[in-house]
Structures are given as C-alpha cells and as structure tokens.
C-alpha cells in the first residue's frame, strides 16, 4: 500500500492483515468466507495469495467451535485473527468468549495469555432487520478479560486493528458496515494507535459529544452545524476503544464543557452510553450543568423494511435537536437542513448493499 | 528380579491407577473437613483410562479435560502438590487459587488446561492440534470429555474441524453412562453406540471396556502410533463407571437414580483390582513397595497444601489482564 495515500476503511484493514501476517510468521488469519471471491468485503485480498492456505483458510460455519481453535492455538502460541461478515453469527460462540478466552489468562493464574482478534461486522440499513444490525459492544464490555475496539476512521482502523493483533489479549474488533467505504490518509506503512486511548476530533466548549464508530461521523456533521449555524462549539471526541475506557481524556473534557451527550450505536438499556453516564454521575457529580443526554438505538428490535427505518437511526439533526434542547435554544428550522436528498437506510448513495 | 516389558508394562499401570485412586480417596476422606471449598468431580473407578495414557503419550503433546480432570492432570504429569494447594485455594496452587479444582494446569509438561462448562475445552484442544500441525511439531492433542459433552454442539463443530483438517488430534470420550444425575436413556436415543454415529462424521474411531487397563493401553497405543503417522484424528469411547456423586466425596446410590444392580455390575469391573488380582503372587513385594511409596507422596501433598499460605485477597484485583 504506497504512504500518504487515500485508502478506504476495508484498504487499512487489509493492509494492517498483511503487516500483521508478515511480522508474525506464525499468524493464522480465517473465518467463513476470508478466501471466497468476495473476500469479506475485500479486507482478506490477497493474504492466501500471499501467505499460503496453511494461514489464511476458510472454515465450517462453526463459529463456537472456531472461537475455542484459536484459543487453543493462541496457548501455543499462534496468533489468530477470526472474522465473521455480521457480529449476530458470533453470538453461537459467547461461551467460548465468555467463559475461555476472557477467562483463560485469570483463572489458571496468569500463566499464558490469549491473543486472538475477532473482527465482527457491524450491519445497519438495507433492511439488515433484527438479526444482521446488533451492535452489542455492550456485552462484551460487560466482561472482564477482552477488550472492545471500535474505530471510526479507517487511518484509525489500520492502526487499532495492528495493536489489536499484536495485544497478548482477546480482542473484539468491531467495523461497522456503513464505514468500509469511508477514506483517510494513509499515512506510514505501520504504526500502533494505542487500545484505549481516545481521539478528540474537535476541540470546543460548549458541549462534549462522545461518540464510537459510524455515529462519529453523524457527530462531526452536528459539530459543524452547532457551530455555523449557533456558534456553538461541541468538542467531538470519537472513543475508538470501548473497552478500556479513555476515562482520562472523558473527564478532562467535560471539566471544560460542562455539558455532555454521549451517543451509541447499541440499544439504549444497558449501552455503553449509560455505563459512561453512569460513572459520571457517580465521580463527577458535581461537574456537569445540565442533565446528561444519551442517544442511543431504541429497545425494540430492528425492522427491516426501509420504511420501518426511516426514522429509526440517530442523524446529525438527531444530535444537534437534542444539544440544542439542553442549551434551550429554539431552532425549528433543524429537521428542514438536513433534510435528506436520497433514501435513509444507505451511507451513500453508491452504497447497493446486498448486505 | 528380570522383569519383562509386560511386567513393567502391568507395575506402571498399577501404579498409575492406584496413585489416582488413592488421590481421589484421600479428597474424599478429607472432604468434609471443609478445607477444600469448591466443587470438586471425583472418578473414583475410572482410573484405566488415564492410567493407560499416562505410559503413552509423551510430555511434548498437549493435553486438555473437562471439571472432571484430576486424573488427567496427573496422568500427563501434572505436579501432584500444586493440584492438592490448588484444590485448598492455596497460593502455591496451579492456578494461584484463581481457579480451583475444575481449572488445572501445568504448563511444564504441556497440560494446558481443563473447564467447568461442559464440552467447552474441545474446540481448544482442537487448536492446540491445528497449532502443532502448523508447526510440523509432531504432538498430539488429547481432548477428555464425558458422554455429555457429545450432546454439546460444540463436539459436533469441533470434530468436523479436526477432520476436515486431519489434525493430529485424539478425543477421548470416558463414557461412564451419566451426566450429572441424568442417565444416558433421557439423553440419546435407545441403542445409540456413540462411536457409530461419531464413525459418521468421518474420524477414525475405536472404543472398548474402559475398564480393562490393558485393552485400553492397547486402544490408545494403536490410535497414538496412527495419529504420529499423520492419520488422525481419532475418537476413541471407553465404558467405565462413577463410583461416587457427581460432585462431592460420598456415594449416593441412596438416591435412587441409578439401580444398585448396575452399580455391583461395575464395582466387578473394578479396574484397579483386577489388575491387581493377576500380579499380586509374582510381584507381592513390588506392590507394596508402590503402594508405600504412592501414600507418602500423597500425605506429603497435603501437607504442603495444608502449610500453603493463602492469596492474598488483593490478588483477586490482580491478573485481569496480560501486559
């Protein structure tokens, strides 16, 4: 991949499996479809090309089974990196998650260590519907022992899911569908961004938004809107981790705004969102001047039909409604900016699914 | 004294049966005292097994069991002290206290694990062969498991796996007709042989009495020198039989879920002195020597167990994480 160029998201996925495979000559990269003629999305080109069917392979749709072989190779030493094309596949393997690779580094008192990485794709719109859109980082932030990755950008990307890799534990690696197609500058062949540290997009004032994944990018819109259209500054910071937490940089930021609305891509109960409002009522309760704002999935399950979800995903106007609402500024006028030209249930309008 | 191969042959598989048994009763024995606080599977009459792997399988090949796992453990070598400190929740434990009885490991002679869910180390010992084949190492994987584990879903995913990539693996399936309290009738159909319908799926598949140490030597033996050859993998079925509770020191016949008739059945199928019973006029010294020598180690286990220090109660924060 030539430096300083654009790539896309699925490019720095790709280009972080490469470096990754040939650092570690005893990696092993699969999941169902890593070698069939779509290549998960094109972020597996190349690698059986380049590193040979013994590394790079496709498998039984045995997702538990899979989960515990690369617990098992990762105790020998061999690194894995699992994928599944929608993280709903994955939930036929929370036990080996849940109670082998979380575990397996506390209860037999810190001996070895599991360092897999399971990169799960995230569905949303095209009438993905109740069992290909879950986003259920909350789950596993529930849990001791893994970590949660979820960037927003695809240099971030590239970056997270090398240190994903090369981190001596397990990983969840979660790339939202609607973000494959998004480009960043790439800038160095490898380089680290370190697990759980946050990134702040726009520094400002007034108000800080939280953000992970995909509704970074809706948050940066509201950002510049808020600005343009109220002077008001949000400072945007884009999580990239969700587990570890960047309490650092959450807390440091709403000494200075004051104000916070924390957005997840998950239902609202139990979100990730809550948990974050949730330690700040506790620890900083004191901080903030108005009632914190959560905007998250509502609790029901996704429809499918485009006009089920029309309305159904938080947008920019969404988030700038709701900043404006806690500063009581009035704007009707909101909902008629950003009013959409194409239909709601794609990133883009090149965007033709079919999944 | 000239002792034949088959008599060293018969004085290991005795010692090796009678070191687990005696392991396991002296748990039993001292249960109650309250000291060893967490759930503990004992396999008191299913000591064949383990005992005849324990002359086969090398130090070099991984191995991984289920929550009941003691005489696998010991069996590939794992240190007799750590387990007995792990079991009291002791510091000096295999597991540093953190895991207990159903979580034992010793990493220096490539016992790499067992668990509390059922079937849930399978896929990982199928890893560790997929490592191994990887590596062109030469090891074997032996996975132990019960007959409920092949009621799992995950037995089905992980034996296709290792078939479809002929990974030097063994599974090894000590069916000893109950899972929990549940009787095999309540579990699989009527007449199901669980080789048969393993047989299906495609790896090489071999079972016999779990109980007559010798024919198990040989079973493990013939599947060992294949799977080396590059044949695996193999699933091999013993029958053999729990003596006591499912989870705890004391028989429990009294609770009426299985017939004192098939319990006398198998307590005649006893492994340990059955074998005895064929040596005991030729090597009368010698068993006595083993015995000896097997009840010093064990009380010299507990006591190291018992004069442990605990962890300290920080140490629970500690170890999340690797660095």
Excluded at chain 1, 6 to 29: G, Q, S, Y
Excluded at chain 1, 228 to 236: F, G, Q, T
């Amino acid at each position: 991949m030539p430096n300083n160029k654009k790539f896309t998201f699925t490019e720095a996925v790709n280009d972080a499996l490469h470096i990754a495979m040939k650092k570690d000559k005893k990696m092993i990269c699969y999941g169902l479809g890593v070698t069939d003629p779509k290549r998960v999305f094109s972020t597996t080109l190349n690698l059986k090309k380049k590193f040979g069917s013994n590394r790079v392979f496709d498998v039984p749709t045995s997702e538990n089974a899979l989960t515990g072989v690369s617990i098992g190779a990762a105790l020998d030493g061999v690194r894995s990196v699992v994928t599944h094309q929608r993280l709903d596949f994955f939930l036929l393997a929370m036990d080996q998650l849940v109670n082998s690779a979380a575990k397996w580094y506390y209860m037999f008192g810190s001996q070895r260590s599991v360092p897999i990485t399971i990169r799960l794709i995230l569905g949303r719109g095209w009438g993905q519907g109740p069992t290909h859109s879950q986003n259920l980082q909350a789950w596993f932030n529930h849990i001791p022992g893994i970590k949660v990755v979820m960037p927003s950008f695809a240099d971030d990307a590239k970056g997270l899911l090398l240190s994903s890799i090369f981190d001596p534990n397990p990983v969840i690696f979660l790339e939202h569908r609607w973000l494959h197609n998004t480009t960043a500058i790439n800038k160095r062949h490898d380089y680290r961004i370190k697990i759980g540290k946050a990134k702040i997009c726009k520094t400002g004032k007034h108000i800080t938004i939280l953000s992970m994944s995909y509704l970074t990018l809706e948050a940066l819109k509201a950002a510049k809107y808020l600005y343009e259209k109220h002077k008001i500054s949000a400072e945007v910071i884009d999580l990239r981790t969700i587990k570890p937490l960047d309490w650092q940089t959450i807390f440091r930021s709403i000494k200075k705004t004051k104000r916070l609305l924390v957005l997840d891509t998950g239902f609202t109960t139990g979100s990730v969102a809550s948990e974050i409002i949730a330690k700040i009522s506790i620890e900083k309760f004191n901080t903030l001047k108005s009632a914190p704002i959560r905007l998250a999935m509502p609790d029901v399950p996704e429809p499918t039909s485009p006009a089920l979800t029309k309305n159904f995903y938080t947008r920019a106007d969404d988030i700038v409604i709701s900043v404006l609402k806690s500063l009581r500024i009035n704007d009707k006028h909101v909902k008629l900016d950003f009013k959409q030209s194409g239909p709601a249930d794609v990133p883009d309008p090149s965007f033709k699914g079919p999944f | 004294m000239v002792y034949s191969l088959k008599d060293r042959l018969y004085l290991k598989l005795y010692k090796n049966m009678y070191r687990i048994r005696s392991v396991e009763e002296e748990i039993a024995k001292r249960y109650n005292e309250g000291k060893m606080r967490c759930p503990t599977h004992l396999s008191i009459g299913q000591e064949a097994v383990p005992a005849a792997f324990s002359q086969l399988a090398s130090q070099k090949d991984f191995a991984v069991s289920s929550h009941r796992g003691h005489a696998h453990y010991l069996s590939k070598g794992g240190n007799l002290k750590s387990m007995i400190a792990e079991i009291y929740g002791k510091k000096t434990g295999c597991s540093k206290g953190k895991g207990g009885s159903m979580h034992l490991i010793d990493l220096s002679v490539n016992f790499m694990g067992t668990s509390a869910i059922v079937g849930n180390s399978i896929p990982v010992g199928v890893g560790l062969g997929l490592s191994a084949k990887l590596k062109k190492s030469k090891q074997i994987s032996f996975i132990f498991f019960g007959d409920g584990a092949v009621e799992e879903g995950v037995f089905y995913e992980s034996i296709n796996f290792a078939t479809v990539k002929k990974l030097p693996v063994i599974f090894i399936c000590e069916n000893n007709l109950y899972s929990v309290y549940s009787p095999l009738s309540v579990r699989q159909p009527k007449g199901r042989s669980i080789s048969k319908m393993v047989n299906a799926i495609g790896p090489k598949v071999l079972s016999c009495d779990g109980n007559d140490v010798i024919k198990v030597h040989k079973t493990i033996n013939t599947a060992i020198s294949k799977t080396r050859k590059g044949e695996g993998p193999f699933f091999l079925e013993f029958f053999t039989y729990r003596w006591l509770e499912h989870c705890g020191p004391n028989y429990d016949n009294d609770l009426g879920y299985r017939a004192q008739t098939e319990f006398n059945k198998w307590k005649r199928k006893e492994p340990i002195n059955n074998l005895r019973k064929k040596i005991i006029k030729k090597f009368h010294k010698e068993i006595k020597n083993i015995e000896d020598e097997v009840n010093r180690e064990i009380i010299k286990a507990f006591n190291f167990a018992e004069k442990s220090p605990f962890p300290s109660p920080a140490d629970a924060h500690k170890g999340v994480y690797a660095k």
